[in-house]
């Protein structure tokens, strides 16, 4: 069975500190990408990060990173310097043939 | 980067009346399309699994004479919202993913469609 676990329902940070999302999945595929990605008020889903399986190396973009933990099934975003801007739903998905499979998301704020 | 246009993002309606939207991918094929629909402050949930040239593959509870799909190239899916009701009112979301190895494409994301049957 595919899923994805997003624990936490909402998060708050102050401005420039960072801050961690959880999200853990299960999948029996060897092969499957994790993805991130920010839903703000507007309602549009903005792609943020991708973590291949076989990706040796956390993967990095700008003020997020991935936090990879295969043995754990972990993939934890880290965004650092947070600004008011990332206040937003953010949701962990999972990509392992043809279907994505998201997970419950977490709302982020950001407080001044 | 990988372009996704949804249209109408707002549309009011009527109760009985049909809808329809369209989604389509801009600068890629996009072999498979996917249907979400949010509820305020949830998860995406999937509707359907549109493949180009064949049938779509509605989730369980997704009624498919009720919200009619069309994949009719590998740039344009449509959603057909049929004899629409109050409670179909929702933010709908169309995806696309172009072609490639499991894992290694996101999902394109249009910019949704807001909605509201009276």
């Known amino acids: 069975a595919q899923k994805i676990t997003q624990t936490q329902p909402g998060m708050f940070v102050q401005e420039k500190e960072a801050v961690t999302l959880d999200c853990t999945y299960d999948?029996?595929?060897?092969?499957?990408?994790l993805f991130w990605y920010k839903q703000p008020s507007s309602g549009e889903m903005i792609f943020l990060i991708y973590?291949?399986?076989?990706?040796?190396q956390n993967a990095t973009e700008g003020r997020y990173s991935l936090n990879f933990q295969k043995a754990r099934k972990s993939a934890n975003l880290v965004i650092s310097a947070s600004q008011l801007g990332d206040s937003a739903m953010y949701f962990c998905?999972?990509?392992?043939?043809?279907?994505?499979?998201f997970g419950t998301g977490t709302s982020l704020t950001v407080i001044p | 980067g990988a372009v996704v246009s949804q249209h109408p993002s707002r549309v009011i309606c009527k109760s009985g009346t049909s809808v329809k939207i369209e989604c389509r991918s801009l600068?890629?094929?996009?072999?498979?399309m996917f249907w979400y629909r949010q509820f305020p402050k949830q998860s995406l949930m999937l509707m359907a699994t549109?493949?180009?040239?064949?049938?779509?593959?509605?989730e369980q509870g997704v009624e498919k004479d009720k919200f009619l799909i069309n994949h009719a190239s590998l740039t344009l899916s449509t959603l057909t919202v049929t004899s629409a009701h109050p409670e179909d009112s929702s933010f709908y979301i169309c995806?696309?993913?172009?072609?490639?190895?499991?894992?290694?494409?996101?999902?394109?994301f249009g910019n949704g469609t807001r909605l509201t049957v009276t």
């Open positions: 998905a999972m990509r392992p043939n043809n279907q994505f499979y």
């Open positions: 999948t029996s595929d060897p092969s499957y990408g």
């Open positions: 973590q291949g399986s076989y990706d040796q």
């Open positions: 995806s696309a993913v172009s072609t490639g190895p499991a894992g290694n494409s996101p999902l394109h």
């Open positions: 549109s493949n180009e040239g064949s049938k779509a593959t509605y």
């Open positions: 600068d890629f094929q996009a072999t498979t």
